[in-house]
């Protein structure tokens, strides 16, 4: 038993629409609060979608110098079998991680091939306690 018309035309507009609906998500989703959750939340973060391809962190070391100061050891690793230049700096945060309002430039990181450079921070005065690390796109 074939469907009518009358019943077939309806349901194949729906699927049309229902199709023409339908969107693919991309690295960031168009009201994009995560990121600001991730910065406040996250000790390395990813801001842009070709660090987000590119670039990897294998470690954090941290440790409290003598005169109560923060220092931050990054491991970055280029993921790409190319070279690339990224950007990377460090916003140090006190104890509830508010910014301290102490945070490093950004450097310019040159990764070559499958690469893993370690990059240092030092904390300006003995208030932080937290961080954050941001890589982007060298511009």
């Given amino acids: 038993m074939n469907p009518s018309p009358a019943v077939l035309f309806p349901c194949l507009v729906a699927l049309a629409f229902a199709a023409g609906c339908a969107t693919e998500p991309g690295p960031f989703p168009p009201l994009d609060t995560t990121k600001f959750t991730l910065e406040n939340t996250d000790r390395f973060v990813l801001m ?17 110098l003598a005169d109560g100061r923060l220092e931050v050891v990054a491991n970055v690793k280029n993921r790409e079998s190319r ?14 991680g508010f910014s301290t309002g102490d945070e490093t430039p ?33 511009r």
């Fill in 48 to 64: 842009d979608a070709p660090a987000q391809h590119s670039v990897t962190c294998t470690g954090l070391q941290e440790r409290v």
């Fill in 83 to 96: 070279r690339i230049q990224v950007q990377i700096n460090c916003v140090f945060k006190d104890e509830q």
């Fill in 106 to 138: 950004w450097q310019t990181l040159i990764l070559t091939e499958n690469a893993t450079e370690a990059v240092r921070f030092t904390a300006m005065n003995p208030v932080a306690r937290k961080y954050t690390v941001r890589v982007r796109q060298a």
